[in-house]
């Protein structure tokens, strides 16, 4: 589904180049529900980026053979001066989707009430999550793409629809979620990697690679 060819990808901190990834070369398989133990400041985002076409790698290339996700929580290409609303009704025009449909569901699975109308810089961290976690999972993506982790809610109604929604997707997809929270990597993944020294060591199990994250951290 996404392949890495001899990836490499590196970052110049003003004193030194940062290595975020070294020749690096896999294939994440359908159903391949990949959680990758990474520290911060080991480039989790960045990693992400690229597997979501979001940045270029140094050398080497990336083939998608699927369709796949923004990141959950990229509002890059969401419009702070419109409402969620209007940016609901536009994105999904661009990917083709039925704007109604695609607004209804995304109402009410955020159940912002009438910040919905509202322009997103008005809204909270809070509410700018539930937007972006509705707009990816009013998508029929092959794969999906989450950094860090899942937005989280005091709002118990709220944490039910879009854990009973997510479950459903990933019944039929392919995720990789990256994150230094082992937990949630527990809930979601099948298999596990460890992100380390530009080097990504892939792992059958999450107690596998959590053996190497703790030894490297």
Not at 67 to 85: D, M, N, W, Y
């Amino acid at each position: 589904m996404l392949e890495f060819e001899s990836v490499s990808k590196t970052y110049w901190t003003g004193q030194q180049r940062k290595i975020i990834l070294e020749d690096a070369s896999f294939t994440i398989e359908r159903g391949m529900n990949l959680g990758i133990l990474a520290r911060n400041g080991t480039g989790k985002t960045t990693i992400i980026n690229m597997m979501a076409g979001l940045e270029k790698p140094d050398r080497g290339k990336i083939h998608r053979n699927c369709a796949v996700s923004f990141p959950l929580g990229f509002i890059g290409g969401l419009e702070t001066k419109h409402s969620g609303r209007e940016n609901v009704r536009y994105i999904s025009a661009l990917y083709s989707l039925e704007p109604d449909e695609v607004e209804a569901f995304c109402r009410w699975l955020c159940d912002i009430g009438e910040y919905f109308d509202m322009p997103i810089g008005t809204y909270s961290q809070g509410m700018r999550a539930r937007l972006s976690l509705a707009l990816m999972m009013a998508m029929n993506f092959d794969l999906y793409l989450i950094d860090e982790g899942m937005p989280t809610t005091t709002d118990v109604e709220f944490n039910r629809r879009a854990g009973q929604v997510m479950r459903e997707r990933f019944q039929y997809s392919t995720l990789v979620i990256v994150s230094h929270d082992e937990e949630i990597l527990s809930k979601f993944c099948n298999c596990a990697a460890v992100m380390h020294s530009g080097k990504l060591y892939f792992f059958d199990t999450l107690q596998e690679a959590k053996v190497l994250y703790d030894y490297t951290g």
